[in-house]
């Protein structure tokens, strides 16, 4: 099997710890298990919890205490539609190697996370892009995804909230993408990693794993939870389809680390604090680069919905990478390219990091842009 080099990997890989203003990071700012753990009021207890576990490989699929707890973010979901893995990254890879066969057509949107395209590729299937163009506010063109459709469609894979622009289908959007789904019989992937992010209300929408009955919500402790060293994700999904992934996952990952477990279990019982400050982050942040962007005359984008990622375009005869490996060296600011998005033109920048480093770093992004044009 080969397989296309994963451009954003690669990218962060080779310079986010170079940098001194991380503009390029796409969780919301990671907690301290101090936060956590003071959030769930278990700083007395905590060790005595600890203590007493003893270090088995766990529940192969994944605690009924952690299960029952992801179920809980969903309308419709009970603990056997669920399936732990190794961060949704694991989640993804599992369900595109349980359905996708040589010869299938899966039907990807762009941009989007290069999993959802470039794995399915390296099985040998049929891959067909949806592009996802600013004029759209980057939302997908459903007479577009129609003409796409075969007999043979497999799988639709989709990201909601969407990472790298920050669009946002609503509920209408999402069940006419299942009914086009549902016309071929076809399972409709959603990578939802950044759901509880929504600059609106409850910061949540729906999920199409509560929509259509081949629908399939992947997500993570990542990004909306800003736990991402727990390396923990799941599976939302049909029972049928999660016992065909998990003879694939005992082949990769057998189970997920106990602690991970424990820890992500206590933060889904206190998901309203640790949702309430994400919430928080995200939407003063992103005024803040609102507020940013309407300054600068060589930057523009479409105003992200959801999630803590926007692209921005610039003005300038200069190829994305160019443009960021100048600004880290100059200003010791990083985005990250478009180029390794597939999206040349554009940067994405990562909003929910601390307000100050934000601050601060776009202030010297405007100092780059002003040299530039000196």
Not at 51 to 75: P, W
Request: charged letters at 20%.
């Amino acid at each position: 099997m080969k397989i296309k080099a994963f451009g954003v990997e690669l990218w962060m890989n080779e310079y986010e710890n170079n940098c001194l203003y991380n503009l390029a990071e796409t969780c919301v700012e990671s907690l301290t298990l101090d936060e956590l753990l003071t959030m769930a009021g278990k700083k007395d207890t905590i060790m005595a919890e600890l203590l007493a576990m003893k270090m088995t490989y766990g529940a192969i699929e994944g605690s009924d205490r952690l299960r029952d707890n992801v179920a809980g973010l969903y309308q419709n979901q009970q603990r056997d539609n669920v399936l732990i893995t190794h961060g949704a990254i694991g989640a993804n890879a599992l369900v595109h190697t349980t359905l996708v066969a040589p010869g299938d057509r899966v039907i990807s949107v762009l941009p989007t996370y290069q999993q959802h395209y470039s794995i399915p590729q390296c099985y040998g299937a049929d891959v067909q892009i949806l592009k996802l163009r600013e004029e759209n506010n980057f939302l997908p063109d459903l007479e577009e995804l129609k003409a796409l459709i075969t007999d043979n469609t497999c799988l639709i894979a989709i990201n909601n909230p969407n990472n790298p622009t920050g669009s946002l289908m609503d509920e209408a959007m999402l069940n006419a993408i299942a009914e086009i789904a549902r016309s071929c019989d076809a399972y409709l992937l959603c990578d939802e990693v950044y759901r509880g992010t929504d600059q609106q209300g409850d910061g949540f929408t729906a999920s199409v794993a509560d929509l259509y009955e081949k629908g399939i919500s992947t997500a993570s402790m990542s990004k909306s939870f800003s736990l991402a060293g727990l390396r923990l994700g799941w599976i939302t999904g049909p029972q049928d389809l999660l016992e065909q992934v998990a003879i694939h996952r005992d082949y990769n990952t057998i189970s997920v680390g106990l602690l991970d477990e424990h820890f992500a279990a206590i933060a889904l019982e206190n998901r309203e604090a640790i949702l309430a400050r994400s919430r928080k982050i995200t939407r003063e942040n992103l005024a803040l680069l609102d507020a940013w962007v309407a300054k600068e005359p060589l930057i523009s984008y479409i105003k992200p919905k959801s999630a803590t990622v926007a692209l921005l375009k610039y003005d300038l005869e200069m190829g994305s990478r160019e443009f960021c490996v100048k600004l880290l060296a100059a200003k010791g600011v990083m985005f990250t390219p478009g180029s390794v998005m597939d999206m040349e033109g554009y940067v994405r920048i990562g909003f929910a990091n601390n307000p100050e480093v934000l601050a601060t770093g776009l202030a010297k992004v405007s100092e780059f842009l002003a040299e530039l044009q000196t």
